[in-house]
Nanobody, 123 residues
Framework: QVQLVETGGGLVQTGGSLRLSCSAS????????MGWFRQAPGKERELVAV????????DYADSVKGRFTVSRDNARNTVYLQMDSLRPEDTAIYSC????????????????WGQGTQVTVSS
């Protein structure tokens, strides 16, 4: 079992930045592909960013490409999502998840999930 905890959410104005962190205290994340998902009220869950176990492969949803950056520090057992140039449509609950499949598997293979952190972007 992997317990994931997200931190770093909050309220920010349009154009602002936030950095989310996802950590696990009892098991290493270094063997997992890690994904960041978001879900806004009334909308389907969206995979916004994914990073391979080594950090060598990343991918982004078109809606965030060029604004969000996913990274990881396996020594700290933490994955990050840097969010810049935030827009009101980025408002959602953001969750991290761990997958045993490579990034190319997209939404498949995610076994462990955090509880999420709220990100609100005001206009």
């Amino acid at each position: 079992q992997v317990q994931l905890v997200e931190t770093g959410g909050g309220l920010v104005q349009t154009g602002g930045s936030l950095r989310l962190s996802c950590s696990a205290s009892e098991r290493t994340l270094s063997s997992f592909t890690m994904g960041w998902f978001r879900q806004a009220p009334g909308k389907e869950r969206e995979l916004v960013a994914v990073i391979s176990w080594s950090g060598g492969t990343t991918d982004y949803a078109d809606s965030v490409k060029g604004r969000f950056t996913v990274s990881r520090d396996n020594a700290r057992n933490t994955v990050y999502l840097q969010m810049d140039s935030l827009r009101p449509e980025d408002t959602a609950i953001y969750s991290c998840a761990a997958s045993h499949l490579p990034p190319s598997a997209a939404y498949r293979g995610y076994l462990y999930w955090g509880q999420g952190t709220q990100v609100t972007v005001s206009s």
